[in-house]
C-alpha cells in the first residue's frame, strides 16, 4: 500500500482537477479515480475517520494554493469527490468482511467433512461385515426356492441390493481417504432401470415413477455406485417432497435439447428428474447444495444434494435446479450433465 503521504498527493491531484475541470466528462473521470482510491484505502486499513481526515487536509491544501477561492465554495464544490471516496471504501470493506466471512464458513465446512470422512471410515468395516452376512444368508435363502418363484425374485432384490451396499461402502472408504474411484464404461439407461426396480419395492403406492429414454444407448464414464447414488438421492427426495404421493418423470436425452444446458456441455448426456411436489423458495434454491444444510432438520442430514453436486463434478458434469413454488404447476426437476464416452465398446473377452 502507497504511503500516506503518496495517498494525500493523490486525492489532492484528483479534488484540484475536479475543481476546475472544464466540463462534465472531465468532472466524472475525477469523481471516477475518487472512486477507485476509496476502494484501495481499504486495503491500507484506513478507518472512515481517517478518510474525513484525509478530506479536510486536502481540502485546506487546495484553498492555500488557491487563496482567490473562498473556502466554503471549495468545500461545498468538493462534497461529490469525498461522497465518491467514502462510498467505494465502505463498499470495498464490506466486500471484504463478506469474503472473510464466506472463508470462516467454509472452513467450518470443510472440518465437518473432514469428521464425516474420519467417521465414515471407522464404520465402514463393520458395516461390509453385516452386508456379507445378509449376502450370504440371501443367497442361501435363494437356492433353498423354486427356480423363477416370486420369492426368489424377491431374492435376487435383496442380493442385488447387498452389492449397492458394498458400493456404498467402497465409496465411504474413497470418500474418507480421497481416493479417485475406480470408473467404467455405463450405458446409464440400463443404470437408471436398475435403479427403479429397487426402488419399486420402497416407494408407496400413490406415488409413480415414469421413465422415457431417448439416449440413443449413450455411454459414459462412471462407477455404478455413483450413478445409483445421484438417481437414489434425487429420487428419495423427490418422494419426500410430495409426502410420498404424486409423479416423478426421469427423462434421459441428448443434452442439445434442453434449452438451459450450461456452457460447455451441449454435448453431453442430459439426465432429468422432475417431481410434482409443493417446490422450492428461491431462498431454499441458493442454498440447496450446501453441506448441512436442510429443510428436514432434524430427521434430514442436509448432505445429500451436497453429495450428489460432488459425484457429478468428479465425473466431470454439471447439475443444475429449477424449482416453482407458486403458481398452478409448482414442482422441482434437476438436470445432471454428463460427458458422453465415445470410445469404441469393449469387445468379448476384454476388461470394461
Keep these: 500500500m502507497d504511503s500516506r503521504a503518496s ?16 466540463g462534465t466528462p472531465e468532472a466524472e473521470l475525477e469523481l471516477a479515480a475518487a472512486f477507485e482510491l476509496g476502494r484501495s484505502l481499504v486495503c ?6 481517517d478518510i474525513v481526515a484525509l478530506h479536510q487536509e486536502a481540502v485546506g491544501h487546495i484553498a492555500r494554493r488557491h487563496p482567490t477561492l473562498l473556502l466554503g465554495q471549495i468545500a461545498g464544490r468538493l462534497d461529490q469527490p469525498l461522497l465518491e471516496l467514502t462510498m467505494a471504501h465502505g463498499m470495498a470493506f464490506r ?15 470443510a472440518s465437518k467433512l473432514e469428521a ?21 444368508f440371501a443367497e442361501m ?19 442385488q441390493a447387498c452389492f449397492r451396499a458394498r ?8 470418500y474418507a481417504r480421497q481416493t479417485p474411484e475406480k470408473t467404467r464404461r455405463l450405458n446409464v439407461a440400463e443404470q437408471v432401470r436398475e435403479i427403479l426396480a429397487i426402488l419399486a419395492a420402497s416407494l408407496a403406492p400413490k406415488l409413480r415413477v415414469e421413465f422415457s429414454d431417448e439416449s440413443g444407448q449413450a455411454c459414459i464414464q462412471a462407477s455404478p455406485g ?5 438417481v437414489m438421492n434425487l429420487c428419495l427426495n423427490a418422494a419426500d417432497a410430495m409426502l410420498h404421493e404424486g409423479l416423478i418423470q426421469i427423462r434421459l436425452q441428448p443434452a442439445a435439447r434442453c434449452a438451459d444446458a450450461p456452457p460447455g456441455h451441449r454435448d453431453d448426456l442430459c439426465l432429468q428428474i422432475t417431481d410434482s411436489g409443493p417446490g422450492m423458495s428461491p431462498a431454499v434454491q441458493a442454498r440447496a447444495f450446501e453441506p448441512f444444510f436442510t429443510t428436514k432438520a432434524p430427521h434430514g442430514s442436509g448432505l445429500g444434494l451436497s ?9 466431470g458434469g454439471e447439475i443444475t435446479l429449477n424449482s416453482r413454488s407458486e403458481g398452478p404447476e409448482t414442482g422441482t426437476t434437476f438436470r445432471i450433465y454428463l460427458p458422453i464416452d465415445h470410445s469404441a465398446p469393449p469387445g468379448p473377452g476384454e476388461a470394461p
Excluded at 458400493?167 to 474413497?174: E, G, H, Q, S
Design 95 to 109: 466486500e471484504q468482511l463478506d469474503h472473510r466471512i464466506q472463508e470462516l464458513v467454509r472452513r467450518e465446512q
Design 7 to 22: 495517498v494525500q498527493a493523490r486525492y489532492e491531484e484528483i479534488l484540484e482537477r475536479f475543481l476546475f475541470a472544464p
Design 44 to 49: 491500507g486499513k484506513a478507518s472512515p475517520d
Design 141 to 159: 435363502a435363494g437356492d433353498d426356492l423354486p427356480a423363477g418363484s416370486r420369492g426368489q425374485g424377491h431374492v435376487e432384490q435383496i442380493v
Design 307 to 315: 453429495v450428489t453436486q460432488g459425484i457429478v463434478h468428479q465425473l
Design 167 to 174: 458400493d456404498l461402502v467402497a465409496r465411504m472408504l474413497t
Design 116 to 136: 464425516l470422512g474420519t467417521l465414515s471410515a471407522g464404520i465402514a468395516h463393520d458395516f461390509n461385515n453385516i452386508v456379507g452376512c445378509i449376502l450370504g
Design 226 to 230: 455413483q450413478i445409483h447414488q445421484v
